[in-house]
T-cell receptor
Framework: DSGVTQTPKHLITATGQRVTLRCSPR?????VYWYQQSLDQGLQFLIQ???????AKGNILERFSAQQFPDLHSELNLSSLELGDSALYFC????????????FGPGTRLTVT | AQSVSQHNHHVILSEAASLELGCNYS??????LFWYVQYPGQHLQLLLK??????LVKGIKGFEAEFIKSKFSFNLRKPSVQWSDTAEYFC???????????FGTGTLLAVQP
């Protein structure tokens, strides 16, 4: 157990819908990262928040957004869902701003039908 | 652009065979290197990391990796694999001009008993 929690574990939804994925970092970690893992794209970095502020951005679509709250948990919002958004979404956390030693959560498997 | 390459996509070995998984990175300047492992149905876990110092890094479960700066490589090794090493292995790098952890495409290792 890495100490990073993610909910829900599984999510099945229809195209065009909007979903919210939630992540709680390890105690004491200030950075939260979101990744998308799919068979064709591999593990792709989406976005990082550090202590409530956006720190780095990767291949995140405009339909996706994220935020980190004062209690340091983070949410990833995915809207206007497409079939191609079906993937495993991982959250990770680390102590500082630099994306060095990251601890990953168990992931949320999103299926868009 | 910074990138991480893993040339072996799928490796099949028998128990007790030796393992070497290739990883090459394209970064200028200081680089931090990592190997993560993802066991079936589980989240990513850190196997080992290299920041500086001794280029031969030892990690958990008998794994080690060698940083060879002249070859831009950070290959993962294990002298004798076990069936329980069946997993997907990801090389990752952070450094240079980027503040993102870039993952390779992963190598799926299957160890046959």
């Amino acid at each position: 157990d890495s100490g990073v929690t993610q909910t829900p574990k599984h999510l099945i939804t229809a195209t065009g819908q909007r979903v919210t994925l939630r992540c709680s970092p390890r105690s004491g970690d200030l950075s939260v990262y979101w990744y998308q893992q799919s068979l064709d794209q591999g593990l792709q970095f989406l976005i990082q928040y550090y202590n409530g502020e956006e720190r780095a951005k990767g291949n995140i679509l405009e339909r996706f957004s994220a935020q980190q709250f004062p209690d340091l948990h983070s949410e990833l919002n995915l809207s206007s869902l497409e079939l191609g958004d079906s993937a495993l979404y991982f959250c990770a956390s680390s102590v500082g701003q630099a994306p060095t030693e990251q601890y990953f959560g168990p992931g949320t498997r999103l299926t868009v039908t | 652009a910074q990138s991480v390459s893993q040339h072996n996509h799928h490796v099949i070995l028998s128990e007790a065979a030796s393992l070497e998984l290739g990883c090459n990175y394209s970064y200028g300047g200081t680089v931090n290197l990592f190997w993560y492992v993802q066991y079936p149905g589980q989240h990513l876990q850190l196997l080992l990391k290299y920041f500086s110092g001794d280029p031969l890094v030892k990690g958990i479960k008998g794994f080690e990796a060698e940083f060879i700066k002249s070859k831009f490589s950070f290959n993962l090794r294990k002298p004798s694999v076990q069936w329980s090493d069946t997993a997907e292995y990801f090389c990752a790098a952070y450094g240079g001009a980027t503040n993102k952890l870039i993952f390779g495409t992963g190598t799926l290792l299957a160890v046959q008993p």
